[in-house]
């Protein structure tokens, strides 16, 4: 089976410093794959390097058979790649209304009604929000807001960077549940980066784990979980 997205020996630098020291990670059609590692370990980078910002310097990027490694972001986000940044950079001053707009744009907006309704369905705190603020919703409403204006794009491949980050376990369970929901339903091929390696891992079908720019552990979410290294480095009290 050819993977949806191979990255392969991928090196990506900030200036002279080595951020991503040879990269492999591939994720298939269908498939849930996380990411975990501590804080600094390159997973953003590695998120980020597959938009192409920054850029790989060595190794490349394959998308359904397409080499993407030096196509600018806007070519790569109209191949149906969708991103949920770190830090869920939504448009504070915009309503949440404007927010999904936004989304729907990249996509000609032509089935914006059905796709509203959608995301009303998988969070139904979205609905209720419709005419507020972004900057005013609340961290997991803005984590629901940055994840759905990704999938008004109608991606073919979700790409999230610690959804879970900063929220109470209640909402962290609700938008996981989301995510599963859309896997099972749609198919949605999702790639997440995850601190929170617990919850990324039982969501997961198979998982890697990141240490200083280098993969040193790949298995399926169950495996990893069970292994005595990332329990030690990751689980313990962690959940
Ligand atoms: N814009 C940047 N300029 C220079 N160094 C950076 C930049 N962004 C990240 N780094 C460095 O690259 C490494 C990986 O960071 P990052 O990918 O954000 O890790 P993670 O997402 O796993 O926390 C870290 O050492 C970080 O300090
Ligand atoms: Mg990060």
């Known amino acids: 089976m050819t993977a949806m997205l191979s990255v392969t020996g991928v ?5 002279n410093i080595v951020a991503l020291k040879g990269v492999d990670v591939e994720v298939n059609e269908g498939e849930i794959v996380t990411l975990i590692g501590a804080n600094g370990a390159g997973k953003s980078t590695l998120m980020m390097t597959i938009c192409g910002s920054p850029r790989a310097r ?9 080499d993407i490694t030096n196509l600018p972001t806007h070519e790569i986000m109209r191949l149906k790649i969708a991103q949920s940044p770190e830090g869920r950079r939504i448009f504070g001053r915009m309503t949440v209304y404007e927010n999904l707009q936004m989304g729907a744009a990249v996509d000609g907006n032509t089935h914006f009604q059905d796709d509203l309704e959608r995301m009303f369905t998988l969070f139904p705190r979205l609905k209720e929000r419709l005419h507020q603020r972004g900057g005013t919703l609340s961290g997991g409403e803005q984590q629901m807001l940055a994840i759905a204006r990704a999938l008004m794009t109608r991606p073919r491949l979700l790409l999230l960077d610690e959804p879970s980050l900063g929220l109470a376990p209640l909402v962290v369970k609700q938008i996981f549940d989301a995510i599963r929901d859309l896997n099972r339903t749609e198919g949605l091929t999702v790639f997440l980066v995850e601190q929170n390696a617990y919850h990324a891992l ?4 198979r998982g890697y784990v990141m240490v200083n720019g280098v993969v040193t552990m790949s298995g399926t979410g169950k495996e990893l979980l069970e292994r005595p290294e990332v329990k030690a480095a990751y689980l313990e009290g962690g959940h």
């Not at 090196?11 to 200036?15: D, P, V």
């Not at 060595?58 to 397409?66: D, K, M, P, Q």
């Open 11 to 15: 090196k990506t630098y900030y200036g």
């Open 202 to 205: 039982k969501l997961a079908h």
């Open 58 to 66: 060595e190794g490349s990027v394959v998308f359904n058979g397409r």
